[in-house]
C-alpha cells in the first residue's frame, strides 16, 4: 500500500482529528488509534468520510456505485457528441488565473514547494492542465469521487488534514455541488496557511448540471460574501451572458422535447451544432460592466485574512464594479 508523503502530510481523521500514521493501515483498512473508526483503502486511495456528516457513505466507494461526478455515467453516444462537436461554452480563464496563481505562490520564494490542495480534482480542471502538472508545486489532488487524478477521497464539509496544511486550495466548478458551501469555506479556510490563497470558480446563470447533486448558484456579490475571510486579489465573470443564453437555450430545446435518454442526446447535438457561436458574443458582452448581472460564472483569487469584509462593503462592491 503506498501513499505519498506529500498526500500525507497534515492528513488526519476526519471524525476525531487525530493524526494518521501509516502503520496504523492493516490490510486496506485504515484504523484511527483514537476514535476506533476504519477508513477504507481502495486501489490506493483512502475514503475518509465522516459519515455522520456527510450525504456519501463508505458503501458508495466501496461498491464503486456511479455518483454523478463519475465520468462512466457520461453514455458512450453523449461522449461521442462531446468529442465531435463544439462545445456551448465554458471556462474562458481558467489557463489564465491558475498560472497567475502559480506565480503568485512561486514569487514567495518559500523555502519549500508550495502545497496545493485540490478539491474536486478527479479530473484535470478546465485550463488547468499546466498548473497540475507543474513541477514546481506540490499538489494534492483530493474529490468525492473515483477519477484519473484522485488521490484522497472525502466530503469537503470535512476536509481530513491539520490545520493550515496548504499554502492554496483551489475549488473549481465544486461549490454548486456542495450541500453546504459555508461550511466547505470555513474548512478551505481553516487548512489554509495565514496568506494562503483560495481560487474558487462556481457558476451563476448555469443550469443543474448534476443531477441530485447540485444545489446553489452564486452571484459576483454572494460569492464575495462567501470569500468574506479573504482579501480579493482578483475576480470576474469565467463566461459572460453570451454563454448563460448558449446554455439556456439547449436546456430550452430539452425542456420541450427531451423526454427520453435518445431525444435529450439527439437534442444536445442539435443545441450545439446550431448554438455554438453563440459563446462567441462573450468577447462584446465582457466590455460591458454589467455583463455581471447574467455572466455564467465567477472566479474569485483571495488571500486569507483574520477578519471579515463587512457586509456594508459587499454592497459597495456591486455598485464599484
Ligand atoms: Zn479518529
Known sequence: ??????????????????????????????LCQYCGQSYPIINGIPILLNESESIFSFKDFVNQ???FFDLSRKGKVMSLISRITPNMGGNNLGRKNTLF?????????????????????????????????SEKIEIVE?????????????????????????DCVIVQA???????????????????????????????????HGGPYDFTRFSKSGHRKLFEYFDEIKSGATAGSATSFAWSYQYL???????????????????????FWIKYLDSLTSINPRDTDGASGFYFIGLKRNQALPDRQIIDYYLRR
Request: with cysteine; charged share 25%.
Open 1 to 30: 500500500m503506498i501513499i505519498s508523503n506529500s498526500i500525507l502530510k497534515g492528513m488526519n481523521c476526519p471524525r476525531c482529528k487525530s493524526v494518521l500514521k501509516l502503520e496504523q493501515i492493516v490490510e486496506d483498512n485504515w
Open 65 to 67: 456505485r456511479n455518483l
Open 101 to 133: 496563481l502559480e506565480d503568485l505562490l512561486l514569487r514567495r520564494d518559500l523555502s519549500y514547494k508550495p502545497r496545493v490542495l485540490i478539491v474536486g480534482g478527479s479530473i484535470v480542471g478546465d485550463g488547468m492542465n499546466d498548473f497540475v502538472n
Open 142 to 166: 483530493s474529490d468525492v469521487s473515483f477519477g484519473p487524478r484522485t488521490k484522497v477521497i472525502f466530503d469537503s464539509h470535512t476536509i481530513p488534514y491539520e490545520n493550515e496544511s496548504f
Open 174 to 208: 465544486v461549490l454548486e455541488h456542495v450541500i453546504s458551501p459555508t461550511k466547505c469555506v470555513s474548512e478551505i479556510y481553516r487548512v489554509l496557511k495565514p496568506d494562503g490563497l483560495v481560487y474558487a470558480e462556481t457558476p451563476f446563470m448555469q443550469q443543474v
Open 253 to 275: 430545446l430539452l425542456a420541450l422535447f427531451g423526454y427520453t435518454e435518445k431525444m435529450r442526446a439527439a437534442i444536445k447535438f442539435f443545441a450545439r451544432i446550431t448554438g
